[in-house]
């Protein structure tokens, strides 16, 4: 399984774009790479998936480069309720049911 | 409205005890996750189960049981081998395993 890094925190002010950079250097040819968002004392919300160049959906966007080595989620204008943890993982298509979470990275807006 | 169900919200263990924890999805997905979160830590993966009656053991199993007699429900037993249960305990369910998961809302267990 691809193993993940990404910045421990991040503090941005509201309104501002946030990007958070995964590296996964060991990624597979069939991995895909998924984003979730974690509010204290909840399970973990589905923000994202993509395979590779861009994707964007109602709440973020993800890039992805040709070599898929790395990924961005970009947050547009964040406001205080964005506030979270965001982990970054990576996994494999049918079969692979072991997805790791690490301990992701820490958002904290700014008023 | 469909999604998973993990009940209680906060459950107090005594030593040398089991205890049980629910989890129930309406969301028709075969593949269901057992996931412990400690404080300040990523979700380390307890048992998954793809299929009714099939579950396979993740990469902290050790204290741990689980069973899947029906698609809806996945329920966890910490059982007195666990040497340090209390934590956070998360429930996931997918479509696939390639799918995004939807997971319950958690239950905080702690030992007194």
């Known amino acids: 399984l691809a193993k993940t890094t990404q910045p421990i925190s991040m503090d941005s002010y509201e309104g501002q774009e946030v990007n958070i950079t995964c590296s996964h250097n060991?990624?597979?040819?069939?991995?895909?790479i998924t984003w979730y968002q974690q509010f204290p004392s909840q399970g973990p919300r589905f923000i994202i998936q993509?395979?590779?160049t861009k994707v964007t959906n109602e709440v973020a966007s993800l890039f992805i480069p040709a070599d898929r080595k790395s990924s961005t989620l970009s947050l547009p204008r964040v406001s205080l309720s964005d506030t979270a943890v965001y982990y970054c993982?990576?996994?494999?298509?049918?079969?692979?049911?072991?997805?790791?979470f690490g301990k992701g990275t820490k958002l904290s807006v700014i008023p | 409205d469909g999604g998973i169900t993990q009940s209680p919200k906060y459950l107090f263990r005594k030593e040398g005890q089991n205890v049980t924890l629910s989890c129930e999805q309406n969301l028709n997905h075969d593949a269901m996750y057992w996931y412990r979160q400690d404080p300040g830590q990523g979700l380390r993966l307890i048992y998954y189960?793809?299929?009714?009656?099939?579950?396979q053991k993740g990469d902290i199993a050790e204290g741990y049981s689980v069973s899947r007699e029906k698609k809806e429900s996945f329920p966890l037993t910490v059982t007195s081998a666990q040497k340090n249960p209390t934590a956070f305990y998360l429930c996931?369910?997918?479509?696939?395993?390639?799918?995004?998961?939807?997971f319950g809302s958690g239950t905080r267990l702690t030992v007194v």
């Open positions: 189960s793809q299929i009714v009656n099939d579950f």
């Open positions: 060991n990624i597979a040819t069939n991995d895909y």
């Open positions: 996931a369910s997918s479509i696939g395993s390639e799918d995004g998961y939807t």
């Open positions: 993509g395979y590779k």
């Open positions: 993982l990576v996994g494999s298509g049918a079969g692979s049911y072991q997805l790791t």
